[in-house]
């Protein structure tokens, strides 16, 4: 029969993993929460100034998805498209504080015990 081929057979992994190390990254759901979708801030971008650097000279913006288009036909089906909506509707959802984070990794307030130290402070100050 002869051997099996197995040299060169996850030649693409490579690539794919340095792929996702350097692409350009996007807004964060609470960086446009916070920024982008204050009314001053959205007025400002959707109606930008010319720029020869950006895709459809920065004419066509999406606020919710902060990306460029090429043209407003390419807006409008991006607006139809479930893409658009499902972060239309992750961006409904209030945006994590660091309190919240901080209670999810246990490190908030609540449910911790009392150390000997606290207890001690808390009787004194009852006296």
Same mark, same amino acid.
């Given at each position: 029969m002869g051997r099996?081929?197995?040299?060169r057979t996850h030649h693409a992994q490579r690539d794919v993993h340095r792929a996702a190390r350097t692409r350009a990254r996007t807004k964060d759901l609470d960086q446009i929460q916070l920024i982008d979708l204050d009314p001053k801030n959205?007025?400002?971008?959707?109606?930008? =100034?010319?720029?020869?650097?950006k895709p459809g000279l920065a004419q066509h913006y999406?606020?919710?998805?902060? $990306?460029y288009?090429? /043209?407003d036909?390419?807006?409008?089906?991006?607006?139809?498209?479930k893409v658009h909506k499902r972060r239309c509707k992750a961006l409904?959802? =209030?945006?994590?504080?660091?309190?919240e984070a901080e209670r999810a990794a246990g490190l908030g307030k609540e449910? $911790?015990?009392?150390? /000997?130290?606290?207890t001690a402070l808390e009787q004194?100050?009852?006296?």
């Open positions: 099996l081929r197995r040299s959205r007025a400002a971008l959707e109606a930008q =100034p010319l720029d020869l650097e999406c606020v919710e998805c902060a $990306k288009f090429e /043209s036909h390419a807006l409008q089906s991006h607006w139809k498209s409904k959802e =209030p945006a994590y504080t660091i309190e449910g $911790k015990r009392p150390t /000997s130290t606290n004194e100050m009852t006296v």
